[in-house]
C-alpha cells in the first residue's frame, strides 16, 4: 500500500522517526541501525511496511528494500509478529539473520529479548527455507562500516534522538572498547544501539 517515503525527517526518537510526506508528518517505527543514518532537517528516503490491525495502523520504517523484505519474511514464521520482527532487526542485520538460520545458530536467535531455546529451534526450523543463504555483505548497507569519524557520527545520532551532550560523550566512552575491538570498522548501526543499552541502564 506505501512501499516508501520520502521527505525531511521532522523528529526522532529511541524507536521511531517523523518523515514530513506533503505537509503530513508520517510516524515510521524504526530500528537503531536505521536510525542511525537519520539526522532531523535532513531528505531521507525509506522503504516501509504497513501493519493493519483491527485497532491500528502502524507503519515501519526501513533504509533499504532487503531490510524490509526480511522485516515481512520473518513474520510468515508462526508466532511471529512485527514487533518481534523488528526485534531480531534491532539485534542483527538481514544477513547475520540469513546466516543465523542457515548455520542453525541458536544463540544468535536467543539473543533477541523475547526469544526463548524453544522459540529458536522452532524458528529456525520455519525459516530456514525463506530466508535464502548470507549475501556476504557483513552488516549490510545500514549503519555504514567507517574506519575514522565514529565517534562524531555516534555522537551526532545520540544528540539527533534528544540525549543531552553529557550523556552522549559518556555513552561514547562506554561503547569505545566495542568500536575498537572491531578491526578499525565499527558499525555506527550497532555501537548506537550499544550506546541506547547504557543509557538505559544509567537512567
Not at 502502524?58 to 520482527?85: C, H, I, M, N
Not at 555513552?171 to 568500536?179: E, F, S
Amino acid at each position: 500500500m506505501i512501499a516508501f517515503v520520502s521527505g525531511p525527517v521532522a523528529a526522532l526518537a529511541p524507536d521511531a522517526a517523523v518523515v514530513e510526506v506533503g505537509g503530513v508528518g508520517m510516524a515510521l517505527q524504526c530500528t537503531p541501525n536505521t536510525l542511525s543514518t537519520l539526522r532531523i532537517g535532513q531528505q531521507t528516503k525509506l522503504a516501509t511496511s504497513l501493519i493493519v490491525r483491527e485497532d491500528s495502523l502502524t507503519l515501519y520504517g526501513f533504509a533499504d528494500d532487503d531490510e524490509k523484505q526480511t522485516f515481512e519474511l520473518l513474520q510468515t514464521a508462526s508466532g511471529v509478529g512485527p514487533r518481534l520482527a523488528q526485534a531480531m532487526l534491532a539485534v542483527h542485520s538481514p544477513d547475520a539473520l540469513r546466516r543465523a538460520v542457515s548455520t542453525g545458530d541458536e544463540k544468535a536467535l536467543t539473543a533477541v529479548p523475547g526469544i526463548g531455546k524453544k522459540g529458536a529451534q522452532k524458528l529456525l526450523l520455519e525459516l530456514k527455507d525463506r530466508l535464502g543463504e548470507p549475501v556476504g555483505t557483513g552488516g549490510g548497507a545500514i549503519g555504514t562500516a567507517v574506519t575514522s569519524g565514529w565517534r562524531e557520527q555516534l555522537h551526532a545520532a545520540l544528540i539527533g534522538l534528544g540525549y543531552a551532550t553529557r550523556e552522549a560523550d559518556e555513552a561514547v566512552d562506554a561503547v569505545a572498547p566495542q568500536a575498537e575491538a572491531t578491526d578499525g570498522m565499527p558499525q555506527v548501526g550497532q555501537l548506537l544501539k550499544a550506546a541506547l543499552q547504557t543509557l538505559n541502564r544509567t537512567r
